[in-house]
């Protein structure tokens, strides 16, 4: 048996039993994918895919059970050149993490310009995208890191840590009705077109379930997946916009942005990796710049525990930041004379 075959055997099944799709992601042929598998199935002495003909289409009930263990030898395999590499060379590497736009935008930059002046060996790559996709990826070891609100949750594979509280801002231009009215409530906003994220995105499952629970159906007339694309259609007069407030800027003068944190509850959003993962010492002080308000010795406890049991024991006594203090902790964190 060999790594490689267990390797081919992954990306086939990550990819829906699609050989070429497989192929394609590892940089060699579709035979070569197939005739690894067929010596593998061989040497082991089973059928781990149904076929008809040369197509694969299905998992076998032996498949199933060698699949429950390959993933985590491939995270082993992976752990132990991780920790080779940080003896053999502890200032080069290359930290990857998935996310969304509005934290890629708003969150991440003073983050990574402090890692990039700490540790300018390292190579920086963020992939942006909806949340359950960036977890999906951190969930299948393909990133080091995924930040995301809500759904981060639902990946039983992901350690998360806190980072930090966010709620949301109404934007309208200054002439709309809603400029107008001191204390916004919820039936108020369901009077007018809502523009505002797809769902999955940015903390929309709160938002919705704020208006589910007083039995009113917003009028969702566009979603985006981007704030700035929010506010355009917003200055076009098409509805009032529900964005993040991470997202509110000072320069947008043409704007009128009101509090609605007494509609909705605050989301969190989280860093999380797979557990088991080999976590570096970089990586741990990226860890420990996105969540300062932990210790980093917590921060190492968490990363090796072995149950949500655990973890919420260790972060039971956090204090969790809203954005405004998150965004005087980013202040601070700016690297002066770099752009």
């Known amino acids: 048996m060999k790594l490689q075959q267990l390797r081919f055997l992954d990306a086939v099944v990550r990819n829906n039993l699609n050989v070429s799709a497989a192929a394609e992601e590892l940089y060699t042929s579709q035979p070569g994918v197939s005739h690894q598998i067929k010596l593998l199935e061989d040497e082991l002495d089973i059928q781990i895919f ?30 132990i050149k991780r920790a080779a590499r940080e003896f053999s060379k502890s200032n080069r590497g290359r930290l990857t993490i998935a996310t969304t736009h509005t934290q890629a935008q708003f969150i991440l930059p003073p983050i990574l310009q402090r890692f990039s002046s700490q540790y300018p060996q390292i190579e920086l790559r963020v992939h942006q995208g909806n949340p359950k996709s960036m977890c999906k990826l951190a969930a299948n070891n393909q990133v080091d890191f995924v930040i995301a609100s809500e759904v981060i949750d639902e990946r039983g594979e992901l350690i998360t840590i806190p980072a930090y509280r966010w709620n949301r801002y109404i934007v309208v231009p200054p002439k709309h ?35 589910q629970q007083a039995n009113l159906e917003p009028r969702v007339a566009f979603t985006a997946t981007d704030s700035d694309v929010i506010k355009t259609y917003v200055r076009l007069g098409m509805g009032a916009g529900i964005i993040a407030e991470m997202a509110c800027r000072d320069e947008d003068a043409d704007l009128v942005y009101i509090d609605a944190s007494h509609l909705f509850p605050d989301s969190v959003i989280k860093i999380g990796f797979r557990h088991s993962r080999h976590i570096s010492a970089y990586q741990f002080d990226f860890l420990h710049m996105v969540a300062p308000h932990i210790e ?5 406890k968490l990363a090796r525990s072995r149950s949500l049991e655990e973890r ?12 405004r203090q998150m965004k005087n902790t980013l202040k601070a964190l700016r690297v002066v004379g770099q752009s």
């Open 177 to 211: 009705a809603l400029a107008r009215i001191e204390n916004i409530s919820l039936n108020d906003l369901a009077e007018y077109p809502i523009l505002t994220y797809m769902l999955g995105l940015s903390g929309r499952s709160q938002l919705d379930k704020s208006f």
């Open 296 to 300: 980093m010795e917590t921060i190492k």
């Open 50 to 79: 149904e076929r008809s003909g040369k197509k694969l289409t299905a998992i076998s009930p032996a498949g199933h059970a060698i699949l429950e263990h390959v993933g985590d030898l491939l995270n082993s395999a992976r752990n």
């Open 312 to 323: 919420e024991a260790l972060l039971q006594a956090t204090v969790v930041p809203d954005f």
